[in-house]
């Protein structure tokens, strides 16, 4: 077998054990965002600034999560495109 192909295959697995774990991770973070929500909402004592910083906080972690996964996914294609172009 050919030592590019392989180097290849171990690329698109690690792509694909990649994607299925950041998917998992985002699952995870949202679920764990609406218990948080949930909990923020139900609390009569939880001041209304700290909410608003929560959701920012939230809202900030989504954007450096979506920035992260585009970052991956960049990469990701320009080692593609380095087997493809051999």
Do not use: H, R
Not at 24 to 31: A, E, K
């Amino acid at each position: 077998m050919d030592p590019k192909q392989i180097a290849k295959q171990i690329v698109d697995f690690n792509k694909t054990a990649f994607d299925n774990s950041f998917n998992t991770m985002s699952v995870i973070q949202d679920q764990a965002e609406k218990m948080l929500t949930a909990t923020m909402e139900q609390t009569a004592f939880f001041p209304e600034e700290g909410k608003k910083l929560v959701n920012e906080w939230i809202k900030n972690y989504k954007k450096g999560l979506e920035d992260f996964k585009a970052t991956a996914d960049e990469n990701f294609k320009k080692v593609d495109s380095f087997f493809a172009s051999k």
